[in-house]
């Protein structure tokens, strides 16, 4: 028993010392290469991902986002939608939520190819040394609200086209204007997304939009850390049902000096990490569970990550001291 504890230990100090941001960089590329290119292999994990692994990537990908089968079973006429069609939602919604359950909004921080590709975007904005910009409380809290108004506009306008209340040509909604739709095929070299459809007016305003926000995107992820996330309604849904997942990210507020660190690396500057010494389950709704708070923070277990009750990576200060000392970058 005391040797089994003793490797335990010796496990958890190799993961508290580890050079974090070289493991998650590695992660998140092995992530994007499976999930961008795993289809030329013949990987296929199915249409119930809980992160963007984009459907319009026709050639490369190894599964498919969640939202676009949810918004097309939504669409469905509403006798059918209501009646059997309605075992088949309801069990695409069970096989997200247990996909889900492993990683919790982990999915978002570490294999998410679209946030990978924002995380590139601020590695160069960084190398050209163009400082980013940040919002205001004010304006924090009136984002945080979009991607709750975007969940709720992706169920209702498909509920509506099967209703016959809107055209077909706006579903799926999200998706034609999802930002993922035209950057996740371009790594395939497959730039067919990039095209404006004047087949019908709401045709032509849902791809004349959906350029528009992946315009806003692009601009927007090189001057601001993680962009796109706040208003990512798949980051709503997550939270919603993150109750049950097996990832958690804990703080010992009795533990906290209110030094900073946290709030300084964190892309979603979500001031409650540093600030609030009451609350032990820490994820708010717009973080997005990379754990580079956990990696800054100075104070022993102050901050961790658990994985269904058991520790798997907290803070040190032994640990701090190595990965400041390997690159930890503060307020860039």
Partial sequence: MKASSSRLQAVRDAVNHVHFNRFRFWFQLAAFVLFVYGGYL???LGSKLPFFS???NQEGRAGVCYLLPLQHQLSLPWARLFSYAGIAVLTGFLIFTLWFIVLNKGWCGFVCPLGTVQDWLTSLRRRLGIRYSTYSHGQFAQLTKIKYLLLVLMILIPL???GGLFSHNMSPPFCLICPARMILPMFTGDFSQFVI????KSALIMTALGISITALFLVGS???KRFFCFFCPMSALHYLISKPALLKLKKDGSKCTRC??????CDMEIKEIADDIKTTDIMTDDCTMCLKCVASCPENGALKATFAGIPIFESTEEGFIKRMGKGVQHGK
């Fill in 42 to 44: 013949a990987i296929d």
């Fill in 54 to 56: 984009c459907g319009y």
């Fill in 160 to 162: 509506g086209i099967g």
């Fill in 197 to 200: 459809d004047f087949s019908s």
């Fill in 222 to 224: 090189f001057v601001k």
């Fill in 260 to 265: 900073g660190d946290c709030y300084n690396v």
